[in-house]
């Protein structure tokens, strides 16, 4: 039934995020580039469940969810570049996974992807400005899909250890706090904080091993934008430091990430006996 799935809400969330962006932020984004990500995406899945999983069954909620992530955050010029940034997520899925869990995040695979073997992709941070509205549209309906996923903690962290960081740098170079909160009121931010880096299915499993986690990504991110002057730092941290799920997973033994759905209120237990979903831009 509609909307009895958490990946349902995460759907129609990713769908408005696109409509207000298109319609208020004026984006330079075009209808066939969405409808090229989205049938990319379910062709992809499609064939490689077909393939790899001998699953009957398409996973449309799986792809659409990383199609409209793509939408959303990688801009191309040509047809072909998001075609590929959305073949390479979809895959990412199946081939790079140790036991039933993959560890690259599928829409920011596509991206990184993109980003390295074209000439015509990138990543517009900025792109939501710093209208306080879309913080609160983003906190309001990012923070209800972490709060059924259980996994506030992981967002906590990242978002808590990058502000302190850039909190610290502020005062270090005696900057004022207005040139701090600009910094930090990024829609893109947000979402990266309540969506991507959340998603269950490809970060560690245990609390502690989400927060260093967390913690690391936070660290480079700061890094990678401050010292190498990198807008997109954001995914490249998450893309770089991917691997250390499975490092974490091993040092700090939990249950894999599950959930049992009985109906509209879907109760998540870190014990649930079913397959996972995934936040906004996730995997299967």
Known sequence: MLLNDIRDYQI???????????????????????????????????????????EQKLNIRSALITSLGLSLLLRA???????????????????????????????????ITALLLTSDAWVSPGQWGEDWWYGLLFVGTG???????????????????????????????????????????????????????????????????????????????????????????VFWALFILAPLTLLFDAFWSAPEFSWLRKDRNTSVTENSPVSSPQPLMPSP
């Not at 990713?14 to 995406?41: H, K, N, Q, Y």
């Not at 959305?86 to 869990?101: D, E, H, L, M, R």
């Open 12 to 54: 129609l969330f990713l769908s408005l995020f696109l409509v207000l962006g298109i319609g208020t932020r004026d984006w330079t984004l075009r209808p066939e580039m969405i409808g090229v990500a989205i049938a990319t995406c379910l062709l992809t899945q499609w064939i490689l469940s077909s393939i790899i999983s001998q």
């Open 77 to 111: 010029d040509h047809w072909t570049t998001m075609a590929l940034a959305a073949v390479s997520a979809i895959a990412s899925k199946f081939f790079f996974q140790v036991g039933n869990k993959h560890f690259f995040n599928p829409a920011n695979f596509g991206i």
């Open 143 to 233: 923070g209800m899909i972490v709060q059924r996923i259980g996994r506030w903690d992981t967002t906590a962290a990242f978002l808590g250890s990058y502000s302190l960081l850039e909190a610290i740098r502020n005062l270090w170079l005696g900057w004022t706090w207005d040139v701090y909160w600009h910094r930090l009121m990024s829609g893109s931010l947000l979402l990266f904080a309540l969506f991507m880096v959340t998603d269950p299915r490809s970060i560690p499993n245990a609390r502690i091993g989400r927060i260093v986690w967390a913690f690391c990504i936070a660290i480079l991110t700061f890094i990678l934008r401050n010292y190498f002057f990198i807008s997109s730092a």
